[in-house]
Structure formats: C-alpha cells, structure tokens
C-alpha cells in the first residue's frame, strides 16, 4: 500500500493528525518558554528575540514546516470528520454521549477558533497589521526590536487581552483532549497504563493555559512592565 493511499484511510490520517499534533504542541511549548523571558526584563526578551531573527533564512523554513505541518494537521482532521459521516451516513435518532467530555465533543470547534487565533496573533505580533497600541517597527537602544515594548503595550489594551484570553482557554480545551487521543492513535495507551496517559491531555492543558495566561493578566494588571 502507498503513503499516499494510507493516510487518505481512516488510520493513516488519525496517524497524520497524531504526528502533527506532536510537533505542534512542542512548539506551542516552546514559543511559551520563550514568551515568559517577558518576565526576565527588556533585554532578555529582545535579546531573544533578536538571536531568532539573526537565524535569517534558517528561521523561514522553520516557520514554513510549522505552517505545512498545520495545514497537514487541518487536512488531517477534515478527512477523519469525513470519513467517520461516511461510516454513518444516517445521524442516530437520539445521540447520547458517554464515556466523553466537553473538550472531545468540540474539536472541530475549537480547531477552527484557534486557526483564526493563530492568523490573528500573526497579524499581531509578527506583521503588526493589528497593532492597537502603535509600537510595531520601534527599536530599543541597542538597536534590536523592541519586542518587550510592543508586548507590554499590546496587553495593555484590554480587548487584546481578552482576545488571548479567550484563544489560550480554547488551545487548551483543544490539547486536553487531543494530546491524549495522539497517544492512544499511536499505540502509546493500553489498558495497563490508560488512567495515567489519559491525564497526560489535561495536565498539558493545565501547564499551557497557566503560562501563557499568566504574561497578558499580569500585564494588564500592572504587575509586569
């Protein structure tokens, strides 16, 4: 059977959106990580900010395999949806939901918020084509962006945090879940270690929702900057 043929099955595109799902969330991790230098001062974050922007074409294709591996993950999730309507083509006369939770019956959901999230943070704090706060383009006084300057000003503004706010709870809600589905589609969960793994999905949420919520609120409470 070719690739191409295996991952346009059901199994094949489960493994395609478990794959993407890993690399994804290891780098929600890691921009977190880089994010809360925001808590270290000015220089810290810019100068972080600055050794990223000097990996020059290195740092595009990076960005570009991010945004290929997303798109997969989209596709990924759109088969499985269409596959699993193809599978029961009649809706059941009464669907009642066991042995599931809130975060696993809105996927779709929260996949689709946080892809306009995602578009919209781009917008924000890479492009600065929404900027409320005026400050994309300003450097600090070595010269570098000041990235610390447009992020404390960012939050500032209370919409802006209220939007990441909303965003953050979503990606959460989304990871609770989905980390934990990625680990069962790869033959990680068995029935001897199936209560652990399936806290790993929340326990993730909870890590993530609690550093990156922590920078905007402490911010716009005036707690930092």
């Not at 043929?5 to 890993?22: C, D, F, H, P, Y």
């Not at 994010?35 to 074409?57: C, E, F, I, R, T």
């Not at 900027?131 to 939050?155: C, K, N, Q, W």
Request: include cysteine; glycine fraction near 10%.
């Amino acid at each position: 059977m070719s690739i191409g043929t295996t991952l346009k099955s059901s199994i094949g595109a489960k493994a395609l959106m478990a794959v993407t799902g890993i690399i994804l969330v290891l780098f929600v991790i890691g921009h977190m990580l880089g994010n809360l230098q925001v808590y270290l001062g000015a220089d810290a974050l810019n100068a972080y900010a600055a050794k990223l922007q000097s990996l020059g074409p290195l740092l595009w294709v990076i960005r570009l395999v991010l945004l290929g591996t997303f798109l997969a993950h989209i596709i990924a999730a759109i088969r499985v949806v269409k596959l699993n309507r193809a599978a029961r083509p009649v809706a059941y006369h009464q669907q009642k939901d066991q042995a599931t939770t809130f975060a696993a019956r809105t996927m779709w959901v929260s996949g689709v918020l946080i892809l306009l999230f995602a578009i919209y943070h781009v917008l924000h704090l890479t492009v600065g084509v929404v900027d409320p706060a005026g400050t994309y383009g300003a450097l600090d006084s070595e010269g570098r962006h000041d990235v610390y300057g447009m992020v404390i000003a960012g939050f500032q503004h209370w919409p802006t945090t209220a939007i990441y706010t909303v965003a953050m709870v979503v990606l959460c809600l989304h990871v609770s879940h989905g980390a934990s589905s990625m680990l069962q589609t790869l033959g990680l969960r068995r029935p001897g270690n199936a209560s652990g793994f399936d806290k790993v999905g929340p326990a993730l949420a909870i890590f993530l929702l609690i550093g990156n919520l922590s920078m905007p609120l402490s911010i716009l409470a005036g707690l930092v900057g």
